[in-house]
Nanobody
């Protein structure tokens, strides 16, 4: 199975930057979509950013222009560069990967990392 390990979280002041990393246990070539979700206490988990195997990206409206998702296939790693951080960005950030196959029936395999805490506070 696929294992995902996040790193790079921490405490940062408003306006600061962090870069999250998500390392996959194997080649990412079989993972159609990789992305980042976040969940704050008392709130629903939400998609932050995603990137397809072809490099197409998608961002939540709240982070557009501030966050950038990228992938390095050689290192089997996905990154989330977070700039101009705001207190409302505080959450646990989870790496996610999806593998979509269709053999007689369509199947979506969902994989999750353990999460990394991001706290934006002065």
């Amino acid at each position: 199975q696929v294992q995902l390990v996040e790193s790079g979280g921490g405490l940062v002041q408003p306006g600061g930057s962090l870069r999250l990393s998500c390392a996959a246990s194997g080649s990412m070539l079989s993972l159609n979509v990789m992305g980042w979700y976040r969940q704050a206490p008392g709130k629903q988990r939400e998609l932050v950013a995603a990137i397809t195997s072809g490099g197409v990206t998608n961002y939540a409206d709240s982070v557009k222009g501030r966050f950038t998702i990228s992938r390095d296939n050689a290192k089997n790693t996905v990154y989330l560069q977070m700039n101009s951080l705001k207190p409302e960005d505080t959450a646990v950030y989870y790496c996610n990967a999806k593998r979509i196959t269709q053999a007689y029936e369509l199947k979506v395999y969902d994989y999750w990392g353990q999460g990394t805490q991001v706290t934006v506070s002065s």
